[in-house]
């Protein structure tokens, strides 16, 4: 008798074979519990040892599973091959900038972040404006933002830099032109001049409403101020 064949003699001992072609392993299990039999070699996988006995093989790419869904049933009759993927690729952590400035390269009046507009700084990926800022001046208290006075995003020049809060932004929107708002908008059926005429009319709304092709619920939003806040600027302001 082959070596393997003891082991697979012994293996069998420790197993309980029922009428439905069950194999019942009664020896321990690992953690993961997959049945194990202990040799002077070291451990065995017995499911895989009785598949390769009964002449199955194992390739690479594939692993034993029983269909008894249960891993005390090691009979070769009830186990299948599955097809085990191959393990995800490891992402490695992105590298933490310590100095975000020197990333920076000319770009007109502006230094930019080639490529990107983001490093990861202090742990967190955020844009480069935020982490020049942070570094020259201390983290960014909670309900402010880094702007840009060159409306450069990618910028992180620092004297393009300053703070602003939501509010100051909407209006600085309107101011620079950044959007297209009131009856730049595609969508606009008012005009500036059409707003102020119905703020200034004593008209009733579905008066107003029916003159300028809107609703009624339009005229009232106009009047308080709802909508159409802020008219721009003539031009756009420098710097």
């Not at 480069?128 to 402010?144: S, T």
């Not at 619920?217 to 302001?237: A, L, M, Q």
Request: charged share 25%.
């Amino acid at each position: 008798m082959s070596d393997q064949d003891d082991l697979e003699s012994r293996v069998r001992a420790q197993c309980m074979e029922d009428d439905a072609g069950h194999l019942w392993w009664q020896g321990r299990t690992d953690r993961r519990g997959r049945a194990t039999f202990d040799d002077d070699g070291g451990s065995v996988n017995v499911r895989r040892l009785l598949w390769c006995t009964a002449g199955g093989k194992v390739p690479e790419d594939h692993t034993l599973q029983g269909r008894c869904h249960t891993g005390r049933c090691v009979a070769p009759a009830h186990t299948r091959l599955f097809h085990r993927p191959p393990p995800a690729p490891r992402v490695r952590a992105p590298r933490e900038v310590r100095h975000p400035a020197s990333l920076l390269v000319a770009s007109g009046e502006c230094m930019v972040l080639p490529r990107t507009g983001t490093v990861y700084w202090q742990g967190r990926l955020v844009k480069i404006a935020r982490a020049v800022w942070e570094a020259a001046n201390g983290p960014v208290e909670k309900g402010w933002s880094v702007c840009h006075r060159c409306d450069t995003a990618a910028c992180g020049l620092l004297e393009h830099l300053y703070l602003q809060q939501p509010h100051q932004r909407v209006r600085e929107t309107a101011d620079r032109f950044r959007l297209p708002l009131g009856e730049d908008h595609g969508q606009a059926k008012l005009t500036w001049d059409a707003v102020e005429f119905i703020r200034a009319s004593t008209a009733s709304r579905s008066e107003l409403a029916e003159a300028f092709g809107v609703s009624s619920s339009t005229i009232r939003k106009v009047r308080f101020r709802e909508t159409w806040r802020h008219r721009p600027s003539p031009s756009p302001p420098a710097g």
